[in-house]
């Protein structure tokens, strides 16, 4: 049996960590990732996710030289995404030490681009990263970090993405982002089912049962951002809840109290 992933998310904002709620990110966790990095590596984390929300396009040069800082210290599959738009940026990252790349509004606005990277480095390395949000009582996947309505709606989104190259979905609710009431569980587990590849499921934790209960939905993963830098030994206290409901997790050692 395939053992399920716990990956920690970091999402910055001109190169510092911050805590994101409803796509909206003010408090500063860390001034430095590498800070946060370093913790996760003893954390017995499986993986990390970076994102640059940095509302500018002018940030991408500064976060691929903070993905090169975070990669020097980063012991676990990295994979970052953030204004991801041509060949040439994807190449840069990739050479500072990302292992996959997550994309975006690329889903919805070049599609050759998604083709093209998937091709190139093979759909392991693509992930699509799927913001979803409720609209007039209707769920729609939006892009350019949260802030435009495709119209489209999840399945419909996911399929699509997967037809284009995706890899892995990288699943997050707008409504649910910092909102402390787990991940959007109804839209998530119509997703795992409908789609071969893996879903991560991010958003809204604040309990360790929520994650049990991503797994549930269906993810193959499941991942966290804000809860994880404000308890010590965060990741691998979650890896021992997991255990002890019956998830198949990696275990590195004891859990340190």
């Known amino acids: 049996m395939l053992k399920k992933r716990l990956i920690a998310v970091l999402i910055l904002r001109e190169g510092q960590v ?6 909206k990110h003010t408090n500063v966790i860390h001034y430095n990732p590498v800070h946060a990095v370093e913790a996760f590596n003893k954390w017995a984390v499986d993986e990390l996710v970076v994102l640059n929300v940095t509302r500018s396009a002018n940030s991408a040069a500064q976060f691929a030289e903070a993905v090169a800082s975070i990669s020097r210290h980063c012991f676990v599959p990295l994979a970052v995404g953030g204004w991801i738009t041509d060949e040439a940026y994807a190449t840069t990252l990739l050479r500072s030490g990302a292992d996959k790349l997550i994309l975006n509004t690329a889903f919805a606005d070049d599609t050759n681009l998604v083709n093209m990277l998937a091709a190139r480095h093979g759909r392991q390395c693509i992930i699509a990263s799927m913001d979803v949000k409720l609209n007039e009582g209707k769920q729609t996947v939006h892009v350019d970090r949260g802030r435009r309505d495709t119209g489209i709606e999840p399945l419909e989104w996911a399929k699509r993405a997967v037809d284009n190259g995706a890899g892995e979905i990288f699943f997050n609710s707008v409504d649910h982002d910092g909102a402390r009431k787990g991940y959007a569980l109804d ?9 071969p590849v893996p879903v991560i499921a991010f958003g809204g934790v604040f309990s360790w049962d929520h994650l049990v209960q991503g797994i549930s939905a269906g993810a193959e993963a499941v991942a966290a951002a804000n809860i994880f830098h404000y308890s010590e030994q965060a990741t691998r206290k ?3 809840f997991l255990a002890e409901a019956g998830v198949s997790v990696r275990q590195e050692g004891r859990l340190l109290t």
């Open 18 to 23: 911050v805590q994101s709620v409803r796509f």
């Open 187 to 195: 839209v998530l587990g119509r997703i795992c089912a409908a789609v």
């Open 238 to 240: 979650a890896k021992a």
